[in-house]
């Protein structure tokens, strides 16, 4: 199913909004599928170097908020600005350009090819897949891997097939590839999930590393997991932003309890 209708365009502001602060400017952001808003009128700011973690109810939105950021879903009416620039009428590829990587919540990965050979053909490249791996084996190139397969824990698993990769390294290695475009902005969604507890506390210890140099946007249920990454959580119920704050502050927050914490 598709959302309904095309953005507004006279509506939405073209060359960004020097008030609205963050780096990602969200505003009166909805889609409607055959009438149900799954975001409604929602309005977020994502600053630089910000790690952001989104939680709330299943079936709040979150995904298809992250969904409507990278282009995969089109919004009914509203504005994504990003760079000072409008994202919610660009394709798929164009705001992979302008920064933005996204992890889904399984990961895909290429199990035949080894570690390597999965971020070699993440590299941006317009050649394609093969020319990735036969021409790109320059030592810039070679360097650049190894220090995201150092940064995500897989230094020593390079020439490994993906495929034997324990589940939790298989989510570093997704997480390596999208570090191999060079985002300004990552969106992760669920990145721990069916994690053991020691690859959630190596991950969070990631995610903090990762968020020195760019921002990111993390969806996540685990509360553990949220308050050890967590500066600023949003907290989406119904396709809206029901509260906001640091992890202290919404837990003790009678709605969030109500519509979340409390069950
Ligand atoms: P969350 O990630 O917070 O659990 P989702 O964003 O996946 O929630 O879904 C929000 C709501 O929107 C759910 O009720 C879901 O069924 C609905 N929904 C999501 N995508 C579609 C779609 N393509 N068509 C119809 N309904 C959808
Ligand atoms: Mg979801």
Known sequence: MTAQGMPQAATLPREGDPSAGGR???RNLTVSFDGFKAVDD???????????????PNGAGKTTLLDMICGKTRPTSGSIIFHGMEL???????IVRR???????????????TVRENLEVSIPDKHGIWASIFFRRTPQVRQRIEEIADLVMLLSHLKQKSGRLSHGQKQWLEIGMLLMQEPDLLLLDEPVAGMSPREREQTAELLKRIAQGKSLVVIEH?????????????????????????VDQVQKDPRVIEVYLGH
């Open 42 to 56: 929602l309005s977020m700011d994502i600053a630089e170097n910000e790690l952001r973690v989104i939680i709330g």
């Open 99 to 113: 920064g933005i990587g996204r992890k889904f919540q399984t990961p895909s990965i290429y199990e035949d090819l």
């Open 222 to 246: 685990d509360m553990e997991f949220v308050r050890s990454i967590a500066q600023l959580v949003t907290v989406m119920h119904q396709g809206k932003v029901l509260s906001q704050g640091s």
């Open 88 to 94: 919610s009428t660009m394709q798929e590829f164009e």
């Open 24 to 26: 990602l400017s969200i």
